[in-house]
């Protein structure tokens, strides 16, 4: 090995990429591997001869002296590229001789532009460096010339690995998911729902593409792609984790049953979904005929008005003069104090300059409270509720509840551990029918004040924006039902092309790119730009508790009709009989015996005979 490169030269690459511990395999002696390892300790470079135990998730950056002249290194490189190793976590020096790096013959490796590999050429004169990579597996090696230096030299100059962002309109495969597997789809403003994010997903793959430099060959599948019980997948993920393509060009959800078997970039895009419902009216859930004043309010009218019938009730009783026209009684001042509350007049007139100044005071403070209740009133019918906040009061309200129909809502209901969840499910989801609907219905359901709809947030915005009322847009209310990670772009496991994928999306983040693309494709929740002031349907519900009052005024009313009714009747039949007794008891005179009381009339019956 020291003939193929130096100590110094090897100590001296590590030392200039920031490199501490290395492992070196090479076909060289045991005093040959000595004084290595003493020239790299003495420059604080730790070293170890064992890749067995290698793993591609290092702690720290390592680096890995391989030379090529060794029997087993073709073995080794086979193991380490199918294992995808050749990452930049890991820093490679190989080493070969030769004139030109081709002279090497490195076998198909899976070295591309995400690696950081070095080869080293050593000819009879001068020791070369070469950056090492390949754009795709399909394609031969670059070889980009760092420098090169004399075999004599102890010191190896500093350079810069050079840029590996073209990729010279090399092709790469891809794969993106529409449900009805028609390309045209993707860059159809008018696309479905269920094909919403892949074509939202579209422009960004094409923006890396043109960044980056490269062409792409589309492959559709109809669904992102779930776990079989084999532990493989089907759809986008399944093309992946079979690597039969380089990248997907469709955001998915990043979920971790997914994550082993690929690999995400940035997480941008947020897949928002919960329950939509419009908050039902105040007067639904509320007697607002009770809500315009507070309790104190209505105390204080309770006291005014006894206090205004027991001041009339004391003019009435006392004093020479006559208060009223015609003479009033008590219940007439029940009756009088009761029309200023309901804004009635009374057929009574006062007479007396303290009976006029009573009810004129009383009329103009039950003006200026009716005014208010009147206002208030107004407000409360136009105004909607807030009972609904969690997920219990949702379960157990009156409102049904429709799912949009996508690859995700069903699973994440089944894989619930939320227990107002789970509830809500079994209450409102299972076994209830035409639960699951396209966005356009679900909308139309909610839009009955009657359902909720668990769907996606920007794709419901969409839909009310479009066929809602301003005033309808109002008293909307969200619940977040289960926590769904952000979507981004996958490339397979362990992939060359991830950092540059990455670092290009990140560049059109920053760059506003992507916010612009959000502002087009989704849509924001709809402002409500309702002034109260437009036309206004009042339901039966809405005046309920004053029907109620109606009613039982009715019922008591009747109920004292027929107590008046017996009772009148009882005292007609009571009378005849009296006056059919008084002729019977007639004195021998002709005259009444006035003085008898019934029992005596009895007491005469039994002992008289006609």
Known sequence: MGALLPYSLITQYFINIHVSSIIVVSCCTTSQTAQLLRHLSQRGITASWAVDNLSPLEVRRSGIVLDLSCNQSKEILHDMSSRKMFGLEMEWLLMSEGSAPEEAELPDLYILPGSSVTLSVTSPSSISFYDTYRITRRLPYKFTLLGAVARDEDVLPQWKRPSRVNYEQNLLTTVSVIH???????TDPDVAEEDRWPAIHFPVVVNVAYQLNFKFDLRLESVHGWKFPNGSFEGMIGVMEREEVDF??????????????????????EFKTGIIFK????SSVSNIYLLPFSRHVWAACGGLLLFVLIILCIAVSSGDAQTFTPPATFLDMVNIVLGFVCQQGS??????ISGRIVVFVSSLAALFLYTSYSANIVALLQSTSSVLKTLKDLTNSHLGLKVQINEYHLGYFLEAVDEDVITLYNKKVKNQ??????GTRGVEFMRTGDFAFCVEFDLAYKQISKTFQEEEKCGLGEMHLFFVPRLSIPVIKRSGHREHFTQTIIWQWESGMLDRISRIWLARRPR?????????????K??????????????????????????????????RKIKHNQEKIMGDDGHLIADLCFPSWKMLFKNKRF
């Open 528 to 540: 409500c730009e309702s002034t109260g002031g437009g036309y206004l349907r009042v339901g039966l």
């Open 180 to 186: 009805s597997l028609d390309i045209r789809k993707l």
């Open 433 to 438: 029918p035409e639960t699951f609907v396209n």
């Open 542 to 575: 809405d005046f309920n508790p004053a029907l109620k009052v109606i009613l039982v005024g009715i019922i008591i009313s009747i109920w004292f009709f027929l107590c008046e009714l017996i009772t009148d009747r009882g005292f007609k039949a009571y009378y």
């Open 279 to 282: 908050q039902p009216s105040l």
């Open 248 to 269: 997907g060009a469709s955001g998915v959800i990043m979920r971790e049953d997914r994550r082993k078997h690929v690999d995400y970039t940035v997480d941008y895009f």
């Open 347 to 352: 057929y009574l007139a006062p007479v007396t």
